[in-house]
């Protein structure tokens, strides 16, 4: 069937192309005439671009049209550096390296003028070649460039920044321009620590920790001319290599610093503060200056408790407890070198410490019972004296205002005899000649209270002990030494009129029921606040004296007669 004429139309179209496809495939090849820059990657930020005048690290690979290579930076292992612009290059490779990011990889194709033209280059390059090269360029930087820092994290508060001669302790990652680590102090798990602006640094890393705070966290970029210039470090760092540090910084004193304290809370009244030689009972919360904790009381649930002003902690606290009331909060900066020191003792080396001190109590070795009366009566005929049976009501506290127990919760008094030590000696000395109805307010050593132990689960060891104290009634007690006095006179007859059985011996039960019946018919008083019988026991024990239980006329003897002791 004749074809259509759309189908012959068609026919001659196909017979086109293929002509013109024929033609192209036998045609010469068409003249470079400048410089064709194929990007194969492109990194997402571009760090930094080259320009004229610029030096440049990069790598590459050089290969003629048909793929055969003629030569390589990786076969020579190391980088190719130059600067660009300069006529170092050839005026291609000068001309293709503009503009070019840090990461950036180019296949650049390079005509013969402007490469080796028709000279060629010896044995390698013949004459009239066109070149191409694969480039990634590693590194740029300017004899004219300095220190570059870019913070991106800055603390909430900074107190105080770098200067020159300060100490710092920083962490850091280290890595060239194209993002290559080659060091760590993550790694090692360990500060980098230093002096800062005399010279035991890098001077790119001089420059550029100065000004920074504590927490802050920045970039520091430096030329190799500020950091380890021409020959790199031997090992890690190429030569010419830019730097780049990524910084936070952790701690920062200087030598000549001492402590700093700031006050946090101070109470109402303060009528005392610390000095040296004083025994201080205090909280604290211990962290570096970058807020990592290391240490507290309060997660041991015990106060710490020291002498100031003597050595016995860190000179800085030492220092820093002087002067500080009962109640008070404050927070005590210490430099190293009046804490651990380089060593550092369970913290790093060469911290500077915070210490967030509470103040629960203290006091002096040669401190007394603290008196101070209250309420007086009008009218007090006999006051307290040793050997009373007082009884009393009492609330009682630590010096931080910690309830440790009251009377009143119990509905009744607390009975002693003064002077029997049945409390402790700051109480009978609060005691003592008061009258009843009287209150006082006690503030008690604990050398005359509970002492270093303290009571378990009730009064912790080395507490300074407040009572508030009313007198509620007394009775007077006997002339010391005796435990049994006669109201009336003596019987010339004592012994006959004890021996009731009339045989010569006085048995414990006669002796006791004589003295009994002396004080309940008030001929005799027994000393108050005792068990009577347990007296009368004693007394008895006193007459007996061959032991044999019972007592003779030979024995018996009044206390006017011997020496002295408790008994007749």
């Given at each position: 069937?004749?074809?259509?004429?759309?189908?012959?139309r068609?026919?001659?179209?196909?017979?086109?192309?293929?002509?013109?496809?024929?033609?192209?495939?036998?045609?010469?090849?068409?003249?470079?005439?400048?410089?064709?820059?194929?990007?194969?990657?492109?990194?997402e930020q571009?760090?930094?671009?080259?320009?004229?005048?610029?030096?440049?690290?990069?790598?590459?690979?050089?290969?003629?049209?048909?793929?055969?290579?003629?030569?390589?930076?990786?076969?020579?292992?190391?980088?190719?550096?130059?600067?660009?612009?300069?006529?170092?290059?050839?005026?291609?490779?000068?001309?293709?390296?503009?503009?070019?990011?840090?990461?950036?990889?180019?296949?650049?194709?390079?005509?013969?003028?402007?490469?080796?033209?028709?000279?060629?280059?010896?044995?390698?390059?013949?004459?009239?070649?066109?070149l191409h090269?694969?480039?990634?360029?590693?590194?740029v930087?300017?004899?004219?460039?300095?220190?570059?820092?870019?913070?991106?994290?800055?603390?909430?508060t900074?107190?105080?920044?770098?200067?020159?001669?300060?100490?710092?302790?920083?962490?850091?990652?280290?890595?060239?321009?194209?993002?290559?680590?080659?060091?760590?102090?993550?790694?090692?798990?360990?500060?980098?620590?230093?002096y800062?602006?005399?010279?035991?640094?890098?001077?790119?890393m001089?420059?550029?920790?100065?000004?920074?705070?504590?927490?802050?966290?920045?970039?520091?970029?430096?030329?190799?001319?500020?950091?380890?210039g021409?020959?790199?470090?031997?090992?890690?760092?190429?030569?010419?290599?830019?730097?780049?540090?990524?910084?936070?910084?952790?701690?920062?004193?200087?030598?000549?610093?001492?402590?700093?304290?700031?006050?946090q809370?101070?109470?109402?009244?303060?009528?005392?503060?610390?000095?040296?030689?004083?025994?201080v009972?205090?909280?604290?919360?211990?962290?570096?200056?970058?807020?990592?904790?290391?240490?507290?009381?309060?997660?041991?649930?015990?106060?710490?408790?020291?002498?100031?002003?003597?050595?016995?902690?860190?000179?800085?606290?030492?220092?820093?407890?002087?002067?500080?009331?009962?109640?008070?909060?404050?927070?005590?900066?210490?430099?190293?070198?009046?804490?651990?020191?380089?060593?550092?003792?369970?913290?790093?080396?060469?911290?500077?410490?915070?210490?967030?001190?509470?103040?629960?109590?203290?006091?002096?070795?040669?401190?007394?019972?603290?008196?101070?009366?209250?309420?007086?009566?009008?009218?007090?005929?006999k006051?307290t004296?040793?050997?009373?049976?007082?009884?009393?009501?009492?609330?009682?506290?630590?010096m931080?205002?910690?309830?440790?127990?009251?009377?009143?919760?119990?509905?009744?008094?607390?009975?002693?005899?003064?002077?029997?030590?049945?409390?402790?000696?700051?109480?009978?000395?609060?005691?003592?000649?008061m009258?009843?109805?009287?209150?006082?307010?006690?503030?008690?050593?604990?050398?005359l209270?509970?002492?270093?132990?303290?009571?378990?689960?009730?009064?912790?060891?080395?507490?300074?002990?407040?009572?508030?104290?009313e007198?509620?009634?007394?009775?007077?007690?006997l002339?010391?030494?005796?435990?049994?006095?006669?109201?009336?006179?003596?019987?010339?007859?004592?012994?006959?009129?004890?021996?009731?059985?009339?045989?010569k011996?006085?048995?414990?039960?006669?002796f006791?029921?004589?003295?009994?019946?002396?004080v309940?018919?008030?001929?005799?008083?027994?000393a108050?606040?005792?068990?009577?019988?347990?007296?009368?026991?004693?007394?008895?024990?006193?007459?007996?004296?061959?032991?044999?239980?019972?007592?003779?006329?030979?024995?018996?003897?009044l206390?006017?007669?011997?020496?002295?002791?408790?008994?007749?």
């Amino acid at each position: 069937t004749p074809p259509t004429q759309q189908g012959q139309r068609i026919h001659a179209m196909l017979y086109l192309s293929v002509l013109v496809a024929f033609a192209a495939c036998n045609a010469p090849p068409v003249p470079l005439d400048d410089i064709l820059i194929e990007k194969t990657f492109v990194p997402e930020q571009c760090v930094r671009a080259v320009k004229v005048g610029d030096y440049v690290r990069y790598h590459y690979n050089g290969m003629f049209p048909d793929g055969k290579k003629f030569d390589s930076s990786y076969d020579r292992g190391s980088t190719y550096n130059v600067f660009v612009g300069k006529k170092q290059l050839i005026a291609g490779m000068d001309k293709a390296l503009v503009g070019m990011c840090v990461n950036e990889r180019s296949l650049i194709k390079i005509p013969p003028h402007l490469a080796y033209g028709k000279q060629g280059y010896g044995d390698i390059i013949p004459p009239d070649s066109i070149l191409h090269f694969d480039v990634l360029l590693l590194d740029v930087w300017n004899p004219e460039d300095g220190v570059q820092s870019n913070t991106y994290h800055t603390p909430s508060t900074c107190s105080r920044k770098v200067e020159v001669s300060d100490y710092v302790r920083y962490h850091y990652n280290g890595t060239l321009l194209d993002g290559t680590l080659f060091d760590s102090s993550h790694t090692r798990l360990r500060t980098y620590d230093t002096y800062v602006g005399i010279g035991w640094l890098i001077a790119g890393m001089d420059q550029g920790l100065l000004g920074m705070c504590v927490g802050e966290k920045r970039i520091i970029t430096m030329p190799p001319s500020l950091g380890y210039g021409e020959n790199g470090d031997g090992s890690d760092i190429p030569g010419q290599a830019s730097l780049v540090f990524d910084v936070v910084l952790l701690d920062l004193h200087n030598p000549r610093d001492g402590i700093t304290v700031t006050n946090q809370f101070m109470p109402e009244s303060c009528t005392r503060k610390t000095v040296a030689g004083d025994f201080v009972r205090y909280h604290y919360n211990g962290s570096l200056l970058d807020g990592t904790f290391f240490d507290s009381s309060y997660s041991r649930n015990r106060t710490y408790d020291t002498y100031v002003g003597r050595g016995y902690v860190i000179a800085g606290m030492d220092e820093g407890l002087i002067g500080v009331c009962v109640g008070e909060k404050r927070t005590v900066t210490i430099p190293p070198h009046l804490g651990y020191g380089e060593e550092g003792t369970g913290i790093p080396g060469s911290a500077v410490l915070v210490f967030d001190i509470h103040i629960i109590d203290f006091h002096n070795p040669s401190d007394k019972t603290e008196i101070t009366v209250t309420h007086k009566p009008e009218e007090c005929d006999k006051p307290t004296k040793k050997g009373d049976f007082v009884k009393y009501h009492y609330n009682a506290s630590l010096m931080d205002g910690t309830s440790i127990d009251s009377t009143y919760n119990y509905a009744k008094t607390y009975n002693i005899v003064l002077g029997a030590n049945q409390v402790v000696p700051g109480m009978e000395d609060g005691l003592m000649d008061m009258c009843v109805g009287e209150k006082r307010h006690l503030v008690i050593p604990p050398h005359l209270g509970y002492g270093e132990r303290g009571v378990t689960d009730e009064v912790p060891g080395s507490a300074v002990l407040v009572f508030d104290i009313e007198l509620v009634e007394m009775e007077e007690g006997l002339p010391e030494g005796y435990m049994f006095i006669w109201n009336d006179e003596v019987s010339p007859d004592l012994f006959t009129e004890m021996d009731t059985d009339q045989n010569k011996q006085v048995e414990p039960s006669e002796f006791t029921d004589y003295i009994m019946r002396q004080v309940n018919e008030g001929k005799g008083r027994l000393a108050p606040g005792f068990d009577p019988y347990r007296i009368i026991d004693n007394m008895f024990s006193n007459q007996d004296r061959d032991g044999d239980g019972k007592i003779t006329e030979a024995e018996f003897k009044l206390k006017a007669d011997e020496a002295p002791h408790d008994e007749l």
